[in-house]
């Protein structure tokens, strides 16, 4: 039966793909800003398929994930330094303790024998999801205890977009479903922040598996978005 339904209503969507007219391209990006550092930290944000991001003011635009590198590390070589990363609260303060909620990234690297670790290329940290608002870098290796007021850098992030709302109309529907089908046939081409919005699977790909998970998720067939395996 829900195999039916999918049938259905993406056959509705085909039917009705050239009768959506085109979005003005929107420059308005979402991205990481602000980046505030330790001595011996550096944070490189980038885009979701590794490449590098050059600011404009501060402001690294579509950036989604970002390089890790820290020296000064206190404990033995070879031990390991955990790395988290936060969301603050409704108004921005570090919160006082690791939670489920809170928690966007966690990832453990090796020290070296000089006091460094590196979370980079595949091992960058890569949020879960970013929303607007201040986030908060932790590194703690051997020696050393986490402590809320003493993160080792902070950035915020400017959303902009909300996963499966494609058309920014506040509502995740068959519209959105459109939309995502137009650009994977080349009828119609995402802005860079549409196509954030419209990547549900979050496989750096804009295609018909996300357009089915948008109507599913519309006619309440799934809770959430799931990746692609």
């Known amino acids: 039966m829900k195999r039916l339904l999918r049938s259905l209503l993406l056959g509705a969507i085909l039917s009705a793909l050239l009768c959506v007219g085109a979005l003005a391209a929107d420059t308005n990006d979402p991205g990481i800003y602000n980046i505030k550092t330790n001595d011996g930290v550096t944070i490189t944000p980038k885009k979701a398929d590794n490449s590098a991001i050059t600011d404009v003011g501060g402001y690294y635009a579509n950036a989604v ?3 890790v590198t820290a020296s000064g590390l206190t404990g033995k070589e070879n031990a390991q330094c955990l790395l988290l990363v936060l969301k603050g609260d409704a108004s921005g303060n570090a919160p006082t303790t690791p939670t489920a909620e809170n928690i966007v990234y966690i990832n453990q690297a090796e020290k070296d024998a000089d006091g460094k670790a590196s979370f980079t290329d595949t091992d960058a940290a890569y949020p879960k999801e970013l929303r607007t608002g201040t986030y908060y870098v ?3 290796s051997e020696g050393s205890a986490f402590k809320a007021d003493a993160p080792a850098a902070t950035f915020q992030y400017d959303q902009k977009y909300t ?7 506040g509502a995740i529907n068959s519209g959105d479903a459109m939309l995502v089908l137009q650009h994977s046939v080349r009828l119609f081409t995402l802005s860079a922040r549409q196509q954030l919005a419209a990547d549900v699977n979050m496989n750096n790909k804009i295609e018909s598996g996300d357009a089915m998970q948008i109507l599913q998720y519309s006619v309440h067939l799934i809770k959430e978005f799931k990746e692609a395996m």
Do not use: C, Q
């Open 65 to 67: 994930k970002f390089d």
């Open 138 to 140: 932790y590194l703690v």
């Open 163 to 169: 996963l499966g709302d494609v058309n920014d109309d």
